[in-house]
């Protein structure tokens, strides 16, 4: 069962300062209470408690009758959590709205690689590559395992009149593409046999986006059979070492008449 610290711990992760959790608390144990008695059931310094239930009050979480001395009543529990819950959803999506509004420079995140360590992260830094490409897409599949549901339905929203081109190692996951992905050229290649693997990690994928943008995806088997985690490196912008190189290898390949016909 919780614990009365742990109630004032949860107020605080939906936006209460600790003081004003603790006076809550303590409210609710009882019908009423002054300001003494809250400082004496909440252990918040009385000169505390006056700023602590005023801004409660106008949260609209404690009531306050006007006598001499004045008393305090917390709503109840449910209704308080529900004015929370409104109150930190609308600051989410606040938040959201406002980091959606600012300018990324796109010359500051095109500088280096970047290190990706989980496959969540991972399936979102593809997407963001997918969801700006206007000319090309090119993916290596190298392992089936990387072909997961997610995967066919990012490239499937791909932008109409995009290319798309894809390399897979075996005739299931072309299947699998080939439903998924209708508008994408897809063809079975040896050109990742038997990778190598390094502490049972090996290359699960390779995505170029409009010869400016790679992904190289690594699979690690993980604890339970038939799992894998993921890890990934990108770069961005085109002087850009790692996409300089794989444009040279891969763009040749693309190029190549004999690949997709």
């Known amino acids: 069962m919780p614990t009365e ?31 003494s008695q809250i400082a004496n059931l909440s252990d918040v310094p009385r000169s505390r408690v006056y700023d602590a239930v005023d801004r409660l009050h106008r949260r609209g979480l404690v009531d306050v009758q006007q006598s001499e001395p004045r008393k305090y009543r917390a709503i109840s529990s449910d209704a308080a959590l529900e004015s929370l819950k409104e109150r930190y959803e609308a600051s989410l999506d606040a938040a959201a709205e406002a980091l959606s509004n600012l300018h990324r420079s796109k010359e ?16 979102d830094r593809i997407r963001s ?31 109409d009149g995009v290319t798309t081109l ?70 961005s912008g085109p002087d850009h070492g790692l996409v300089v190189g794989l444009r040279h290898i891969l763009g040749a390949r693309i190029d190549d008449q004999n690949v997709f016909e």
């Open 5 to 35: 610290e742990q109630a004032v711990q949860f107020l605080e992760s939906l936006g209460l300062t600790e003081y004003e959790a603790r006076c809550f608390v303590a409210l609710s144990r009882v019908p009423m209470a002054t300001a």
């Open 108 to 123: 500051l995140e095109e500088k280096g690689a970047w290190a990706i360590a989980d496959h969540e992260h991972v399936t």
């Open 129 to 159: 590559f997918l969801d700006e490409a206007t000319d090309e897409v090119y993916v290596l599949v190298v392992a089936d395992e990387a072909v997961d549901r997610e995967f066919k339905a990012d490239l499937a929203s791909v932008t």
């Open 166 to 235: 894809i390399e897979v190692p075996s005739r299931e996951s072309k299947a699998e593409l080939d439903d998924a992905v209708p508008a994408a050229d897809v063809v079975v290649t040896d050109l990742a046999d038997d990778p190598a693997m390094i502490e049972e990690k090996r290359l699960g994928r390779i995505i170029m986006v409009d010869r400016r943008s790679v992904l190289l995806g690594a699979l690690t088997i993980g604890p339970r059979p038939g799992r894998y985690d993921e890890t990934a490196i990108w770069a």
